[in-house]
């Protein structure tokens, strides 16, 4: 019956526009609608299979601003039991290692933590790197991208999928997982999910809760800093091949000059 945690994270729309801002290339939040990153909506999904078929409880952790309350009520409607909000306005603009830091940290507050599940890549920074490097501030084995988990007393397996093949890992709890896309499709929230969250326990830790310096995190204590960004070009509206008997050599042309084939 393990007590598993989801580290999840709110991340922009990726239908709306995503802008950073100007002078420290964080972010924008307030440009975009923000939403659960989809890859968490999934390893929120595993986490609750896990439940229903094992027991336990599941948690959900996330380090964020306020608007991120949004994200972690969906991942509670969806069935997690319960919620840990890191909230500091000292966390703006925090790197990957600050973030991992700041999420072991809190880790450290919940009790009994067995299996930690994370997505493999957020999508709006794409490091990748968070649950690997959570892995080593609290000394524990990781299993990251899998498309297949199981866990079976105090062992969990993962299926790996790389372009060499499929690999199989096993580890012993407590450890810290990575899905990636085809894991599962997670559930859409009921009604009564949806009205089940507005009660649920979310617990908010400031850095000083977790016992973090804030001078060792945020944008000015970071190690890695965004010193230039440059908007995609728009698109195009691209070549149109009308097929008069000879489209298929057209769109074969086409393809040749941009050296596709
Ligand atoms: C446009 C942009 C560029 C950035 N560039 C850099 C950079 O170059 N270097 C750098 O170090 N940082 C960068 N960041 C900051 C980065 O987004 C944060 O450090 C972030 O929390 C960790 O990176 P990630 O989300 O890409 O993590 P990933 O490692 O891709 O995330 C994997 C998983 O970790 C978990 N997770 C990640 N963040 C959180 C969180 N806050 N709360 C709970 N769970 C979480 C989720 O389960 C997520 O699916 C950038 C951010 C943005 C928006």
Redesign the pocket.
């Known amino acids: 019956m393990p007590n598993i945690v989801v ?3 709110q991340v922009p729309d990726t239908w709306s526009e995503r802008k ?1 801002t100007d002078g420290d290339y ?2 924008d939040r307030e440009a975009a609608d923000a939403v659960l ?1 989809e ?2 909506e999934r ?1 929120v999904e595993e986490a609750l299979l896990i439940k229903e078929a094992q027991g336990g409880e599941v948690t959900v ?4 601003p306020d608007r991120a309350t949004d994200a972690i009520r969906k991942a509670l409607s969806m069935g997690a039991d319960k919620a840990v909000h890191v909230n500091d306005p000292a966390l703006h603009g ?6 991992a830091w700041t ?1 072991a940290g809190a880790l450290g507050q919940i009790e009994g933590v067995e299996l930690i599940i ?5 999508t ?8 690997a490097i959570i892995a080593e501030y609290l000394g524990i084995p990781q299993l990251t991208h899998l498309r297949k988990l199981t866990v079976d007393g105090d062992k969990v397996t993962g299926e790996r999928e790389t372009d060499e093949g499929v690999f199989t890992l096993e580890a012993g709890l407590p450890a810290i997982v ?1 899905v990636n896309e085809k894991i599962n499709e997670p559930r859409f929230p009921s009604f009564k999910g949806i009205m089940a969250a507005k009660k649920k326990e979310v617990q908010t830790l400031t850095l000083a809760d977790i016992g973090i310096d804030p001078e060792t995190v945020g944008v000015a204590n ?3 800093t ?1 010193t230039s960004s440059t908007p995609k070009p728009p698109r195009t509206a691209g070549e149109r091949a009308t097929d008069e008997g000879e489209g298929g050599n057209q769109i074969a042309q086409y393809l040749v000059s941009q050296k596709i084939i």
């Open positions: 580290l999840i994270k950073l964080t972010l990153d890859i968490n390893a952790l996330s380090a964020g925090s790197d990957a290692v600050q973030t999420l994370a997505g493999n890549e957020a709006d920074g794409r490091i990748g790197a968070i649950p990575s970071a190690g890695t965004v």
